[in-house]
T-cell receptor, first 109, second 113 residues
Framework: AQRVTQPEKLLSVFKGAPVELKCNYS??????LFWYVQYSRQRLQLLLR??SRESIKGFTADLNKGETSFHLKKPFAQEEDSAMYYC???????????FGTGTRLLVSP | EAQVTQNPRYLITVTGKKLTVTCSQN?????MSWYRQDPGLGLRQIYY???????DKGDVPEGYKVSRKEKRNFPLILESPSPNQTSLYFC????????????FGQGTRLTVV
């Protein structure tokens, strides 16, 4: 079965520090990975997806099939990055997104 | 503006009183789904629909019903709500269910007493 694991419920860093939000997945097929973000009082929205290989708001994520990981990274955290981050998985053969339990990122001044 | 709209945003109801949460999208998306969000459990899919009149169970379908009579609407029905259905509910739509971006509604916070 497909599964997404985000081991950290809360990640607290100071402004300017590097950030890495961990995401591991379990899926035997060809995965498609996403990061979604939910800012306070806003709806969930797509941050980035691995197929685009893009950097959004300074965040990047690399799909590592050997380690089955899709960690989200940013070299210098900003206060406005404080939010709930969800890693999600999709793939051939199943028509849905499987979400992890989420990591709350708190960036302090 | 392209969006997914849910109503109501907040609802308090009593056990056993049937309720419907509406969801509408204006992007002509084929795929729509419902999730519930609970602390420590993340988002779990309740039901999804790949097109009009095509619906299927997600991971936690018990106690819920859905219908997809029109492409734009995907209501969530709780025939006999119970306190364990107290949760934050999100509707989402996407062009398809796989590698395209999912657009989410604002959420509906439901409390069943």
């Amino acid at each position: 079965a497909q599964r997404v694991t985000q081991p950290e419920k809360l990640l607290s860093v100071f402004k300017g520090a590097p950030v890495e939000l961990k995401c591991n997945y379990s899926y035997s097929g060809s995965p498609e990975l996403f990061w979604y973000v939910q800012y306070s009082r806003q709806r969930l929205q797509l941050l980035l997806r691995h197929i685009s290989r893009e950097s959004i708001k300074g965040f990047t994520a690399d799909l590592n099939k050997g380690e089955t990981s899709f960690h989200l990274k940013k070299p210098f955290a900003q206060e406005e990055d404080s939010a709930m981050y969800y890693c999600a998985l999709s793939g051939t053969g199943f028509q849905k997104l499987v979400f992890g339990t989420g990591t709350r990122l708190l960036v302090s001044p | 503006e392209a969006q997914v709209t849910q109503n109501p945003r907040y609802l308090i109801t009593v056990t056993g009183k049937k309720l419907t949460v509406t969801c509408s999208q204006n992007m002509n998306h084929e795929y729509m789904s419902w999730y519930r969000q609970d602390p420590g459990l993340g988002l779990r899919q309740i039901y999804y629909s790949m097109n009009v009149e095509v619906t299927d169970k997600g991971d936690v379908p018990e106690g819920y019903k859905v219908s997809r009579k029109e492409k734009r609407n995907f209501p969530l029905i709780l025939e006999s709500p119970s306190p364990n259905q107290t949760s934050l509910y999100f509707c989402a739509s996407s062009r398809d269910g796989r590698n395209t971006e999912a657009f989410f509604g604002q959420g509906t916070r439901l409390t069943v007493v």
